[in-house]
C-alpha cells in the first residue's frame, strides 16, 4: 500500500512496533517523530497520508500537536493513540479533528483496521 503514515511517539520501542505492525499489514512508508514539534515539522515537510499521534509526549503534547496539525491541514487524517483509555480523551480528540483512536496497548488488527478506515475514504475521493 502506497499510504505515508507519520508516527509520532516518544517511546523508541512503541515506534518500532507500530512500524513492524504496519509493515506486516503492507503499509511501507513509515516515517517516525519522537516528539511533538518533529511531528510538526515532519508533517510539514512530508505531507503524510496519516498520523498515528501519541497523546502523552513531552514538550508538546499530542493533543496540542493535533490542534497545530488541524490548523495547518484541515484535511489532515489523525489517529490519536494512549494508554490512557480514557472515552472523556478519545471524545475530546474527535472533537478536535482525530479521525479515530487506539488504545495501548495495540492490537495489531485494530491498528490496520483504523489506518484503513482513515486512509481509505482518502483513497475514494481521489479515484473519483
Excluded at 491498528?111 to 475514504?121: E, H, K, T, Y
Amino acid at each position: 500500500m502506497a499510504a505515508k503514515i507519520l508516527v509520532a511517539d516518544d517511546a523508541k520501542f512503541m515506534r518500532r512496533l507500530l512500524r513492524r505492525m504496519l509493515a506486516e499489514g503492507g503499509y511501507h512508508d513509515i516515517i517516525e517523530a519522537a516528539d511533538g514539534e518533529q511531528a510538526i515539522a515532519l508533517y510539514r515537510a512530508e505531507r503524510p497520508d496519516l498520523v498515528l499521534l501519541d497523546i502523552t509526549m513531552p514538550g508538546k503534547p499530542g493533543m496540542e500537536v493535533l490542534s497545530d496539525l488541524r490548523s495547518l491541514d484541515p484535511a489532515a487524517k489523525i489517529v490519536m493513540c494512549s494508554a490512557v483509555g480514557q472515552e472523556t480523551v478519545a471524545a475530546q480528540a474527535k472533537q478536535q479533528g482525530a479521525c479515530g483512536f487506539l488504545r495501548k496497548p495495540f492490537v495489531q488488527s485494530e491498528l490496520i483496521n483504523a489506518v484503513g478506515q482513515a486512509i481509505l475514504p482518502q483513497a475514494d475521493t481521489q479515484n473519483r
